[in-house]
């Protein structure tokens, strides 16, 4: 099925220029890029956007870290889309991460692991809706 997830260069890689790297990682895998920007968000947004992690201990430094610098938020579509950009991405932690991974090239700890991917169908919907209404 052609399915749409949302995915987030996160501030880490953005800022060690790794923009093009990615991107060009999701359309060598079949996951085509049909909507694009990037933007910087207040951590009010943040807030929002993480609200189903709002009860974890690591949610304000979570919060913090995505509203720190410019991030490239970005609409991949194509078969599996979700499952698949979850499989290119890697592991939470890059240490977990399996080779050849996103996370795993760039990912510099749990925290600072270079790429945001929704979970499920419905969670990137309202994530896409998030940042492209
Ligand atoms: P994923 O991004 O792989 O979907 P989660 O949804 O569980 O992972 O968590 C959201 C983000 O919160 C992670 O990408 C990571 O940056 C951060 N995070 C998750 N677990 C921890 C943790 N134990 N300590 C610090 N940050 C974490
Ligand atoms: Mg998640």
Not at 25 to 45: A, P
Not at 100 to 124: A, M
Request: with cysteine; net charge neutral.
């Amino acid at each position: 099925m052609i399915e749409k997830t949302l995915s987030i260069i996160k501030p880490d890689a953005v800022e060690r220029n790794l923009e093009d790297k990615i991107k060009s990682f999701f359309e060598e895998n079949n996951l085509k890029i049909s909507n694009i920007k990037k933007v910087k968000i207040s951590k009010e947004e943040a807030f929002e956007f993480y609200k189903v992690h709002q009860t974890k201990p690591f949610y304000n430094d979570l919060c913090n870290y995505l509203s720190s610098g410019p991030i490239v938020v970005m609409v991949l579509e194509g078969e599996n889309a979700v499952l698949k950009n979850r499989e290119l991405m890697g592991a939470t932690d890059p240490k977990n991460a399996a080779e050849g991974t996103l996370r795993k090239k760039y990912g510099l700890s749990i925290d600072k692991n270079s790429v945001h991917g929704s979970d499920s169908i419905d969670n990137g919907k309202t994530e896409i809706n998030f940042f492209f209404k």
